[in-house]
């Protein structure tokens, strides 16, 4: 190319024209990384944030982990009961932080009171299409469903619910069209007893013709523990992104027997990839009886690859 021919372009390409041509392209592709990346006001992450993010969520957390061993060898117990007489009394839920950073912005989703949940990367499930046919499933409904509503209002996806104790769906969400009611307990096995009827996750996953659940909530009265180790024993990566849980610990905080027995558990869901980023106490629980056994949990699964992790 000659020096003539550089002149020649250089000022063609200066001419208003090109520059207006220029401007709006430059324009167009500017509103579309940030139609893509914007999702009410909140940015979306890129997969290389994502996958950074979560490395160092998880060395971090593991280094809580191997605090929570050294406490617990630390806190030697009276026998038969769970009474710490080391220098340090760490009161149960202590040994089980929500040490995880999700990778999204944390927002409380459904009614202030018991019933909202702490969710993480709405701005995630808000990004979904109707392509993307995003899965909700509640286990355990009763007569609030504020959380269910919320989740409808906000995303294009559709929740299935199941709760033998009820025979529909209550409050908030009542009448939706895109809520789907099934008059089942989920536990640990498929069977029919004193007139209820109670299928394992795998089962009304298969009969809904499911293989991914975008956010499972668990507050199912104390039948988490056989409804989650079904899950664990039947899947070999748990089949949902994140888990809203609330835990009903009322034996598990008496004794040392107990005490293990739950913390065997917990070693169990984080050895399915499951890390807690959020907890909050049943407050409204714990001022009427005085028991503070109930917790709830944030989880996000870091073992699979699902629209949170964006593909990591």
Not at 42 to 57: C, D, G, K
Not at 108 to 122: A, L, S, T
Not at 203 to 228: Q, R, Y
Request: glycine share 6%; charged share 25%.
């Amino acid at each position: 190319m000659t020096a003539t021919t550089v002149r020649d372009l250089t000022r063609n390409l200066l001419r208003p024209r090109f520059l207006v041509a220029a401007f709006i392209v430059t324009a167009l592709v500017t509103m579309g990384v940030h139609r893509d990346r914007l999702v009410n006001n909140v940015r979306l992450l890129s997969a290389p944030e994502v996958s950074q993010n979560i490395r160092n969520a998880e060395r971090i957390y593991q280094k809580q982990v191997q605090k929570r061993k050294s406490y617990i060898r630390e806190n030697n117990v009276i026998e038969g009961a769970w009474m710490p007489e080391a220098k340090e009394m760490m009161p149960f839920w202590w040994y089980f932080q929500p040490s995880f950073n999700c990778p999204y912005e944390i927002e409380r989703v459904g009614r202030f009171n018991d019933g909202g949940k702490w969710m993480c990367g709405m701005s995630v499930l808000e990004s979904m299409t109707k392509e993307d046919k995003c899965v909700i499933y509640s286990l355990g409904v009763f007569d609030d469903s504020s959380w269910e509503k919320e989740m409808i209002d906000r995303t294009k996806c559709q929740v299935y619910a199941f709760d033998a104790s009820v025979n529909g769906i209550a409050g908030d969400a009542a009448g939706n069209p895109n809520i789907h009611f099934f008059k089942y307990f989920i536990g640990g096995e498929d069977k029919v007893a004193d007139g209820y009827t109670w299928k394992t996750l795998k089962s009304v996953m298969e009969e809904n013709g499911h293989d991914w659940i975008d956010v499972l909530k668990i507050d199912i009265e104390g039948n988490e523990f056989a409804a989650l180790n079904a899950m664990m024993d039947q899947f070999k990566v748990l089949p949902f992104s994140q888990l809203q849980l609330e835990i009903h610990a009322h034996d598990d905080m008496k004794n040392l027997e107990k005490f293990n027995k739950f913390l065997t558990f917990w070693e169990r869901l984080e050895s399915k990839n499951l890390r807690p980023f959020w907890s909050e106490l049943n407050i409204v629980y714990s001022r009427l009886v005085k028991d503070l056994s109930l917790s709830e949990y944030s989880f996000i699964n870091i073992g699979s690859r699902h629209k949170f992790l964006q593909n990591v």
